[in-house]
Antibody, heavy 117, light 108 residues
C-alpha cells in the first residue's frame, strides 16, 4: 500500500523558513517523480513544484521561484520542500504526491503551514 | 499558463441523479492530458480520471470522463451518497500544472 506522510508544518512568522518532509513507502520511491501541491484554507488546489527521480529536473510555480527548493533523498525514501522568505499567502495545507507524467496518483494527508505574526 | 475554468461552481442534486461537470481550458490541452480528482472535507484529493477518460485503479464505472482540446466533462451516472464532494480538473500537458477552481456536488 502506498503511503505518503508529510511532516514539518507549523506556525512561522512572515519572512521565516520552514522545511517540509514527506516519508514514502509502499512503492519504489527512487523510480518516481514527486510533486508538492498546496491548498489555502477554504480554497482550491495549487501545484507548487516537482522533481524527477535523480534531482536532475525541478520545476516551480512562478510565485515560489527563488524562495522554495525541492529535494529528495532516495536512500531515505524522503521528499523535502524548503520554504524561505515565507509570506502570508503561502499559508496552506501542503500535500506531497506521486507524479506519474503529470498525474498525481497518490497523495499524503497534508501538513498545515501558517504564516502569521 | 493554461487556466482551467470549471462550471457550475455548485451542483445540487439528489442521490441517483446524473451529474455533469464541465472543465474548460484557456489553451488546448495537448494529448488529452486532463485529470479529475475528488476531494471530501478534511481529506486529501483522490485521483478519479486521467488521460481525459481513463479511470484510475478502483474507481467505479459510474464515473466517466470525456472531451478533448479545450472542453472536458466528468459525468457521474448515478450519484451515490459518498459522491457528494468537490471535484477538480487538472491539466498536465504543460507547466505549470494547473487546476480548475472546483465544482462542489451537494445534496439537494
Amino acid at each position: 500500500e502506498v503511503q505518503l506522510v508529510e511532516s514539518g508544518g507549523g506556525l512561522v512568522q512572515p519572512g521565516g523558513s520552514l522545511r517540509l518532509s514527506c516519508a514514502a513507502s509502499g512503492f519504489t520511491f527512487r523510480n518516481s517523480w514527486m510533486t508538492w501541491v498546496r491548498q489555502a484554507p477554504g480554497k482550491g488546489l495549487e501545484w507548487v513544484a516537482n522533481i524527477n527521480q535523480y534531482e536532475g529536473e525541478k520545476y516551480f510555480l512562478d510565485s515560489v521561484k527563488g524562495r522554495f527548493t525541492i529535494s529528495r533523498d532516495n536512500a531515505k525514501n524522503s521528499l523535502y520542500l524548503q520554504m524561505n522568505s515565507l509570506r502570508a499567502e503561502d499559508t496552506a495545507v501542503y500535500y506531497c504526491a506521486t507524479d506519474t507524467r503529470g498525474v498525481f496518483d497518490y497523495w499524503g494527508q497534508g501538513s498545515l503551514v501558517t504564516v502569521s505574526s | 499558463e493554461n487556466v482551467l475554468t470549471q462550471s457550475p461552481g455548485t451542483l445540487a442534486l439528489s442521490p441517483g441523479a446524473r451529474a455533469t461537470l464541465s472543465c474548460r481550458a484557456s489553451q488546448s490541452v495537448s494529448g488529452r492530458y486532463l485529470a479529475w480528482y475528488q476531494q471530501k472535507p478534511g481529506q486529501a484529493p483522490r485521483l478519479l480520471i486521467y488521460g481525459a477518460s481513463s479511470r484510475a485503479t478502483g474507481i467505479p464505472d459510474r464515473f466517466s470522463g470525456s472531451g478533448s482540446g479545450t472542453d472536458f466533462t466528468l459525468t457521474i451516472s448515478r450519484l451515490e451518497p459518498e459522491d457528494f464532494a468537490v471535484y477538480y480538473c487538472q491539466q498536465y500537458g504543460s507547466l505549470p500544472r494547473t487546476f480548475g477552481q472546483g465544482t462542489k456536488v451537494e445534496i439537494k
